[in-house]
T-cell receptor
Framework: DAGITQSPRHKVTETGTPVTLRCHQT?????MYWYRQDPGHGLRLIHY???????DKGEVSDGYSVSRSKTEDFLLTLESATSSQTSVYFC?????????????FGPGTRLTVT | DAKTTQPPSMDCAEGRAANLPCNHS???????VYWYRQIHSQGPQYIIH???NNETNEMASLIITEDRKSSTLILPHATLRDTAVYYC????????????FGPGTRLSVLP
């Protein structure tokens, strides 16, 4: 398995509080992604990063921000959490090179906003 | 704007081959077919990918029709641990492009 860890693995927070989720990789892959998974929606891309300090929006980026100050870390921040952001969040990585860029996923963070 | 169509669920007897179909009739020439699976509450796991030719690795085989409008993922000897949701995804060979996961096929391997 790719060396991807996510922290925390579970979090319960109150509406209106800020929350930061961390993704850490030991594979030195260039690209990192944040997805959310909700029943009936499959996985949806929130943001992704194509290098240190280089990020872009995905399909469902409203209410989320990201930062990548080091190759190995990609942070997802909910500035003011809402109940609609209750979800399971997955981080993924992909490498540059000759292989067609399959993504490898972390174990997920289950976030509950009350 | 789903690019793929999969049956919502399938059953397979343990030890038998599991054949999971996927329809991607609008696939373009530079798009690959990827398969992932997700075991309950875990992150998605990459299985295999292909462009035109059939592919095989230690986990599975991928059979792509000549017109590339459909494909089949084959797990040759399914085990109980293969029970999962299987996703067929079509995307370009472009670094940074996200994977769009649809609802997939829920495979249940039965003892």
């Amino acid at each position: 398995d790719a060396g991807i860890t996510q922290s925390p693995r579970h979090k319960v927070t109150e509406t209106g509080t800020p929350v930061t989720l961390r993704c850490h990789q030991t594979e030195n892959h260039r690209y990192m992604y944040w997805y959310r998974q909700d029943p009936g929606h499959g996985l949806r891309l929130i943001h992704y990063s194509y290098g240190v300090k280089d990020t872009d929006k995905g399909e469902v980026s409203d209410g989320y921000s990201v930062s990548r100050s080091k190759t190995e870390d990609f942070l997802l921040t909910l500035e003011s959490a809402t109940s609609s952001q209750t979800s399971v969040y997955f981080c993924a990585i992909s490498e540059s090179g000759q292989r067609p860029y399959e993504q490898y996923f972390g174990p997920g963070t289950r976030l509950t906003v009350t | 704007d789903a690019k793929t169509t999969q049956p919502p669920s399938m059953d397979c007897a343990e030890g038998r081959a599991a054949n999971l179909p996927c329809n991607h009739s609008t696939i373009s020439g530079n798009e690959y077919v990827y398969w992932y699976r997700q075991i309950h509450s875990q992150g998605p796991q990459y299985i295999i990918h292909g462009l035109k030719n059939n592919e095989t690795n230690e986990m599975a085989s991928l059979i792509i029709t000549e017109d590339r409008k459909s494909s089949t993922l084959i797990l040759p000897h399914a085990t109980l641990r293969d029970t999962a949701v299987y996703y067929c995804i079509v995307r370009e060979y472009t670094l940074g492009q996200n994977f769009v996961f649809g609802p997939g096929t829920r495979l249940s391997v039965l003892p």
